[in-house]
């Protein structure tokens, strides 16, 4: 059924599907089919989807479709509030209900905010009260201390991202929230993953909730391959250039362990003449957008990022995602591999095992239920051997020699073989 039946069928307004169709939405998603009817009815829902589900809209085009029929808000009031843990999604989940919105007879106000930049122009944008607010939890708390918002006529909470918000550090900003809500309202929660903190809350919140866990259908569902190349920790950078060059790459987003990481690896790449720019959370916000938006538009060849960047950031067919350093759980595997492979679109995700994290991709594998054959590129055969190995190699050495003074491993040999520390090469 094509996307613009489907929401005739369930009662959304014209001027909303004609947004989703300006948007590219033919065919509605599995996560759209089973949320939007239940959140049309105003029963709350508990959603497992994951990133590129088409998560936003599911719960967007029902939020919109209702706040049509309510009363205009009043001022300081909001009517609707969707809770994110970063800015970038705050932006982008803002970015998709003012799209959605365009067309509605009667404008509907949607408000962003989020931390990290000054709060006065929120605090005007608020003004009169706003349908709809996007906030991350922090600012939002700081608004409310302001008086710039109240929320006790937000007839409808959104949970985006409910795992991030928890694994982030929000439960207490997020409790503080909740406390401030009425007791009648709509509750939805979406998360990639329920783990137990994630059930715990989705218990405390939910009433009799419709829950909906996307299966895999394979048509709809982005075909990422996912492929790890095992390499020397000195020869990444070195490998990624390799790649970028013999495997035609136009657009690449590389995550790294750390900001230093970030920077050193971008500038390597741009000295070699591929345009290649940092990603992380000390550039300023104004920083940070433009980097986005220059990636979109094709300015840039490589965005080189810690996890700041595996979360809410849509670029329309992102096709290549490398992991240059391993994320630190499978659940950030899962999302920054989600960044490619968007909505139907194929991509790959790479991931550079060295030695010493082959125990940890190991473990990653396991968790997602892969088994992903060790490539070896060809002048980038591995040579390292993993540094506990050759600790323990050289504690035995030292237990076998019977104990003879002087031909044990000194303390120095010890930290020479565990000291050995992943350096940025290449
Ligand atoms: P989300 O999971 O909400 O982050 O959405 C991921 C991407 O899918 C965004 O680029 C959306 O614009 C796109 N999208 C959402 N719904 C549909 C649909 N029904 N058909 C095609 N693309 C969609």
């Known amino acids: 059924m094509s996307f613009t039946q489907f929401g005739q069928t369930i009662g959304l307004s014209p001027a909303l599907l004609r947004a989703a169709s300006e948007l590219g939405w033919t065919i509605p998603t599995p996560v759209q089919v089973q949320a939007m009817p239940a959140i049309l009815r105003g029963a709350d829902v508990q959603a497992q989807a994951q990133t590129g589900s088409g998560k936003t809209g599911a719960f967007a085009l029902p939020l919109l479709q209702a706040l049509q029929g309510q009363a205009p808000y009043a001022p300081r009031r909001v009517r609707a509030l969707v809770l994110v843990p970063t800015r970038e999604l705050a932006a982008q989940v803002g970015e998709v209900l003012r799209s959605l919105a365009q067309h509605l007879p009667t404008p509907l106000k949607v408000a962003v905010v989020f931390g990290g930049v000054s ?51 929000f ?3 997020l409790a503080a929230v909740l406390a401030l809500l009425p007791a009648q309202r709509q509750n939805l929660l979406f998360s990639a993953t329920f783990d137990g903190a994630v059930h715990k809350l989705a218990d405390g919140l939910l009433r009799e909730p419709v829950k909906i866990a996307v299966e895999s259908t394979p048509e709809l569902d982005p075909i990422i391959l996912q492929r790890a190349i095992a ?25 790294v362990a750390t900001k230093y990481a970030a920077e050193i690896v971008s500038e390597k790449l741009y000295k070699a003449g591929i345009f290649a720019t940092p990603f992380h959370g000390e550039l300023s916000q104004g920083a940070r957008t433009q980097v986005i938006e220059e990636f979109k538009a094709e300015r840039w060849e490589v965005v080189v990022t810690t996890d700041l960047a595996s979360r809410g950031i849509d670029i329309a067919q992102l096709p290549v995602v490398v992991n240059y350093d391993l994320p630190r759980s499978a659940t950030d595997y899962i999302h920054r591999i989600g960044r490619t492979g968007r909505a139907g679109q ?48 050289a504690a035995s050495a030292g237990a076998g020699n019977g104990g003879i003074k002087g031909k044990r491993p000194s303390k120095k040999d010890k930290l020479r073989a565990v000291g050995k520390l992943p350096s940025l090469g290449g």
């Open 171 to 173: 439960a207490d900003e």
């Open 346 to 393: 194929s991509g790959q995700a790479i991931s550079f095992v060295t030695a010493d994290a082959e125990a940890h991709f190991q473990l990653i594998e396991k968790r997602q239920n892969l088994s992903l054959p060790r490539e070896q590129i060809a002048g980038f055969e591995p040579t390292e051997v993993e540094t506990t190995a050759l600790a323990a190699a």
């Open 231 to 255: 390499v020397d920790t000195s020869k990444r950078t070195q490998l990624l250039r390799h790649l970028f060059k013999t495997e035609g790459w136009t657009r690449v987003l590389v995550f």
């Open 119 to 169: 709060i006065n122009p929120q605090m005007m944008g608020l003004r009169g009260g706003a349908d709809v607010v996007v906030a991350t939890p922090g600012r939002l708390l700081d608004l409310v201390n302001h008086n710039a918002l109240k929320l006790g006529a937000v007839s409808t909470l959104v949970l985006d991202e409910a795992d991030r918000l928890l694994d982030l550090g």
